[in-house]
């Protein structure tokens, strides 16, 4: 911490928590810039959780608003587990970040702007009539104001061998210096990251660095920063962590699944947003043969999954609601070979192309429903970012266990949000089994093979794979007789086969943990959340229930089986409700297989939901108490 | 497959067939298809425990079941795909995919041309008879236009599609055709398919007795057959006809079918099945303008999809050893919590350097790879023009008159320096206006009887657009460009002129670069 300043001659104000955002034009690197102001307060040892909000275009037309990249950053000496509500402080690029950020920033919050930025032409771009920071707009915040632009090339002048252009680009790193000088943190851990991203080009390093510095040294030598502040480290666990993000601790959840199974991964995907990042976290896996394959389409992708998993990988495949749309028949053909593999679908805003790079939880009965014919799967959807790891080595037991496809419902907020993630020891995480039936050479003596013989605790078929002698099987998607899946008209045959496929899928609620519930087993009222709104709803049920009031929470991450106990618990409440990012699937699902009375509190922004919002929900359903 | 043929079993083709009942209509060309495909197989020294059989939809779909094989009979069209992924996840196994022209062409044609232009292992069999038999006789995507259908009573008006040419688009490296009414000729076709290590691509005329029985006759009539079919072989001429007195020859890109009795046997046309053109010329010599060219068109070697990504899998183990999941979970910056209530010390580590490192999400991975590229991503010519300044310009020295200047002491000064713009300032010398020729002309000319008498500030134009030297000269061609400025002012920090930029400095200055670049 060779950076820290003696903090004598500012007033240093302890905070037991701080949302930043910082916001610029697509090209600024905002991304990066909140991602290295994350890592170093996550190493310095904050609890951490972000949120990056990006738009759909690569390169929308620069300083207008559709182009404005943001990333949000929560920090706390406490545990926390959400991005925030409303940032305290919003680092500006750009009068269109200003303009497309200033409603989620906090009443009398801090606003660093980059005044440079502020030209004629770039406020009409944003739609300012008159610049705010001339006008009397942003009164009641605390507005830095800072020119950038001018600064850094003061500052990188020396830098001869670099243009303007590269030397403008390192103004994130200005600003990022800023901040760091700000809440008091150290250099070291950007630094370093500079020198190894950039060691072929350490011109650019010693450019970004000198940059950075500057931003930091000005906040010391001007009066403009007059007031510092510090987050003390969290009392987190003991161990060692580092931060993940959804779609990488998925990966890493699929990788060790195939590893604890014996077994390669195969992961066929086509590129979307936003699960396309597995794709990109798998494909350099390949010591852990991890073989990917990057399909010429939608339906390409999961037939190869089911390919695969005939051949005896773990077979994955992962995209978003329009992808499923289109592998939806395959999905079915999978269900009834019974064949065993994950379907990941990190959720987006819908219907259609919708809101590629925003959140909904808006699949759920599509995956519970959107095939022909009756065709119930398995569900799980993780809570966090790092609950995407459980999840994914979940799906894996479940679908070997009950030789089916099994949904992964993740979120987009859940792919590219990150927190702290204690990193599992792997000899601590028991094996998947898997058995496959043994072959013979000889005919004689053998009774014939039956593909569809059930094992009697799990309604399983056995997963016989190509490749072993005397076990040849044919498997198709016409309606089969029991046994030996020999195609059948039967009507008798088709019943009992779709009974035997719900049942499977039924009984393993018998394996999955029993809900539980965040705080009195009675009580007025229970939240009752799904998927990544996790966070949210248990920091307001947290809240309201230090405010005395009678409310209580439940988390589910199994959504087809229920856990077996569910309808028990949520008889235990005078009232329930269900906040969703959608107008209302899951208190749909709770009315028709429970038969319980809930109320949905649905968002439909497309956006996570905030703290404050589900607190006033929470208050308006309990009266004054 | 060479790791198959070790077995010491020796297999018939009794082996191959399975319990179930074949149910395609009597006297379909399957029946003669799957005979042959059950007599090849054993010949092929493959163990039928390896042998797997993936189908789509339709009447040739259903022939996996009909193997005592492995087998999977799946969805319309997706049957590549499937083969695909079964083949990266066990590359040892032999596999046939059977498709149809509906079902390969249509429905599932991506999934054919990709799992071809793949090289995946497979052994792709396409059933073409020209029409939908499951779905009871629509016309397919190979029919001939004006084929009359249920789905199109007063005959098709589509065009149809060439199997071969389309596999050859895709690159394959092994494209061949035979006849279900060929016995021998279908066996000898299959054992050449199953032979070959990458995709193989065999179209199958197939009669289809109930919807479309006429299709294939001329090419199936045992009388007649040797007149309409041209049996290639590797190394041999391009001989057909009952009394082998027909050969094919090249007309400049065209073949064209000659009499051996006016033609030297030197100009008849040699088959090599490893020449692409000659391929593509085979593939489009359409029945009844040509004889039908049967057998193996073309066979090369290339590398096969699932054979090059095992490799990166043994390569990489070889390279970083097999995977470990404690390095992988560590690979990221790292802090450490201790016991302790209070952890101001703290250890940082990064392990991430052996290269497991997750990549960065969303697009500031772009961003990053923007700072590390190479330079040469801007042409030179627009790196030119958006680091280098106006300063580059050497902008003259601006000639410049007091705001209460009269019209005429401005004219004056603008003829002595004989420049065609000047900048107005005020008192403190700061820029006020500009007033150029054209002024002179739309203003003034012909309109102001005594330019004496007249103040420039009202016939020039106020707060002009200006620049500032250390901008780059990609921003003044733009405002030049847009607005059709001749002159630029540039100022200082307190708005003083520095000089004037005219649109002849810019256009000077990128042609002696552009000769600089040229050189």
Known sequence: MTDRVSAETYEVEELESVAIRFAGDSGDGMQLTGTQFTNTSAVFGNDISTMPDFPAEIRAPAGTLAGVSGFQVHFSSRNVLTPGDAPQVLVAMNPAALKASLPELERAGTIIVNTDAFTKQNLSKAGYGSNPLEDDSLEGYQVLAVPMTSLNREALAGFKELTNKERDRCQNFFALGMVFWMFDRSMDTTRDWLFKKFARKPIIAEANLKAMETGYFLGETTETFQQRYNVRPAALPPGTYRKVTGNEALSMGLVTAAQKMGKPLFYGSYPITPASDILHSLAPLRHFDVRTFQAEDEIAAICAVIGAAFGGALAVTGTSGPGIALKSEAINLALTLELPMIVVNVQRGGPSTGLPTKTEQADLLQAMFGRNGESPLPIVAPATPSDCFEMALEAARLAVRAMTPVFLLSEGFLANSAEPWQAPRAEDIPEISVKHPQGHRNGNGHSPFLPYERDPETLARPWALPGTPGLEHRLGGLSKAPLTGNVSYDPEHNEQMISERAEKVARLAGVIPEQDVFGAAEAELLMLSWGGTFGVVRSAVASAQRAGRSVAHAHLRYLNPFPRNLGDVLKRYRKILVPELNSGQLALLLRSKLGVEVETYANLSARPLKIAEVRDVINANLGRG | ?519
């Open chain 2, 1 to 519: 497959m060479s790791t198959a043929a070790t077995e010491e079993i020796t297999l018939t083709r009794k082996d191959f067939v399975s319990d179930q009942t074949v149910r395609w209509c009597p006297g379909c060309g399957d029946y003669s298809i799957l005979a042959q495909m059950q007599r090849v197989l054993p010949a092929t020294g493959v163990a039928k425990e390896k042998t797997v059989f993936i189908s789509g939809i339709g009447c040739s779909s259903r022939f996996p079941y009909y193997m005592n094989t492995y087998g999977i009979h799946s969805i319309h069209g997706r049957a590549p795909a499937l083969a695909t992924g079964l083949a990266i996840a066990n590359p040892d196994l032999t596999i046939w995919v059977i498709t149809g022209d509906g079902d390969g062409l249509s429905i599932g044609g991506n999934h054919l041309l990709h799992a071809i232009r793949r090289n995946v292992n497979l052994n792709i069999v396409l059933f073409n008879n020209r029409i939908y038999g499951l779905t009871k006789g629509q016309y397919s995507p190979t029919s001939r236009p004006g084929t009359v259908t249920k789905s199109s009573p007063m005959g098709s008006v589509e065009q149809p599609l060439n199997p071969i040419a389309v596999a050859m688009a895709a690159e394959a490296t092994f494209v061949a055709r035979s006849i279900d009414s060929h016995p021998q000729h279908l066996a000898a076709t299959l054992e050449r398919a199953a032979e070959h290590k990458g995709a193989s691509f065999l179209e199958i005329y197939q009669n289809c007795v109930i919807f479309n029985p006429n299709e294939w006759t001329d090419l199936s009539d045992r009388k007649n057959r040797d007149d309409s079919i041209l049996y290639l072989e590797h190394g041999k001429h391009m001989i057909f006809g009952k009394d082998r007195d027909k050969g094919i020859r090249l007309n400049g890109f065209t073949p064209e079918v000659v009499s051996l009795d006016e033609v030297d046997l030197d100009d008849i046309l040699v088959h090599d099945a490893t020449s692409k053109p000659l391929a593509s010329i085979l593939g489009s010599m359409e029945f009844p303008d040509y004889p039908a060219a049967m057998g193996v068109i073309r066979d090369v070697r290339k590398p096969d999809y699932a054979g090059e990504l095992i490799g990166q899998v043994q390569t990489a183990q070889e390279q970083r050893g097999a995977g470990d999941l404690n390095q992988l979970y560590l690979a990221a910056d790292l802090w450490t919590v201790e016991e302790r209530e209070e952890a101001e010390e703290r250890e940082i580590t990064s392990l991430a350097s052996d290269g497991d490192e997750m990549p960065i999400t969303g697009l500031d991975e772009e961003y990053i790879d923007e700072m590390d590229k190479p330079e040469e991503v801007l042409s030179d010519f627009q790196d030119l023009l958006v680091t280098n300044t106006l300063a580059e310009l050497n902008p003259k020295v601006p000639i410049t008159v007091g705001k209460r200047s009269s019209l005429a002491r401005t004219v004056r000064q603008m003829n002595q320096h004989n420049i065609g713009c000047m900048l107005v300032t005020d008192e403190e010398n700061r820029l006020v206006g500009i007033f150029t020729e054209w002024d002179v002309l739309n203003r003034v000319a012909g309109l102001v009887d005594d330019l004496t008498q007249e103040t420039i500030t009202d016939y020039m134009t106020a707060d002009p657009l200006t620049l500032k030297e250390d901008l780059p000269i990609a921003q003044a061609l733009n405002l030049m460009s847009i607005h059709g400025f001749r002159h630029l002012p540039l100022v200082d920090d307190g708005g003083q002129p520095t000089g004037i930029v005219s649109f002849r400095d810019v256009v000077g200055y990128l042609n002696e670069a552009l000769e600089d670049m040229t050189d």
